[in-house]
């Protein structure tokens, strides 16, 4: 099982809508979890982290379920702007500041 | 510019051919990652530093690869004997915070293309 799993999608979805990912890791010591934004040919940037008691930044709300061992990302009113892939990412135990990555969910928001 | 830059941006190289690329973080952060991508991948962890010591090392990583950051500023990623596997993205990062995970901050990569 890899350690942190996601949907490769592509997500295709109209202007407007609302869209949620999910992201699964294995290993249940994971300290930290984080969603990336990753535009085509451009390096990650961070979009925001992931709090045990979920937190929201705009349109964007990052959600943890450590009894599942799942974070979700949900995007409401998606906007032209939201298309790129979307990396999930964790630290996977206390020892270490290691991160490892997801494979990404693309999404393409149509007009 | 105060980012993460990379050099080169793009390496073309025969294969069996040694390279070495290299990372500069941003000034006052002290760990410093290198990752590798691939199309339709994440980023694959390899190493990262502490200031000059590397303190984890991916079993990914062959005897080929090795990577120094030796005065906890700079570092480089060298692969000898280059194979077409070893074509890829290779992504540096770097995080401000000694003991605590955070916001990694990535350079914009340097592509390496092996015939």
């Known amino acids: 099982r890899k350690e942190v799993e996601q949907d490769p999608g592509p997500f295709n979805v109209p202007e407007g809508a609302t869209v949620a990912f999910n992201c699964t890791y294995s290993n249940s010591a994971s300290q930290s979890f984080f969603w990336y934004r990753q535009d085509c040919r451009k390096e990650p940037k961070l979009l925001m982290s992931?709090?045990?008691s979920g937190n929201e930044d705009g349109r964007f709300t990052a959600q943890l379920n450590r009894a599942s061992q799942y974070i979700s990302l949900l995007i409401r009113d998606s906007k032209l702007s939201d298309s790129a892939t979307y990396l999930c990412?964790?630290?996977?135990?206390?020892?270490?500041?290691?991160?490892?990555f997801g494979t990404g969910t693309r999404l393409k928001v149509l007009a | 510019d105060t980012g993460v830059s990379q050099d080169p941006r793009h390496k073309i190289t025969k294969r069996g051919q040694n390279v070495t690329f290299r990372c500069d973080p941003i000034?006052?952060?002290?760990?410093l990652y290198w990752y590798r991508q691939t199309l339709g991948q994440g980023p694959e962890f390899l190493t990262y530093f502490q200031n000059e010591a590397q303190l984890e090392k991916s079993r990914l990583l062959s005897d080929r690869f090795s990577a120094e950051r030796p005065k906890g500023s700079f570092s480089t990623l060298e692969i000898q004997r280059t194979e077409q596997g070893d074509s890829a993205m290779y992504l540096c990062?770097?995080?401000?915070?000694?003991?605590?995970?955070?916001?990694?901050?990535f350079g914009p990569g340097t592509r390496l293309t092996v015939l």
């Open positions: 990062a770097s995080t401000g915070a000694a003991w605590s995970t955070d916001t990694q901050y």
């Open positions: 000034s006052e952060h002290n760990r």
């Open positions: 990412v964790v630290n996977p135990s206390a020892g270490t500041y290691k991160y490892i």
């Open positions: 992931v709090y045990s």
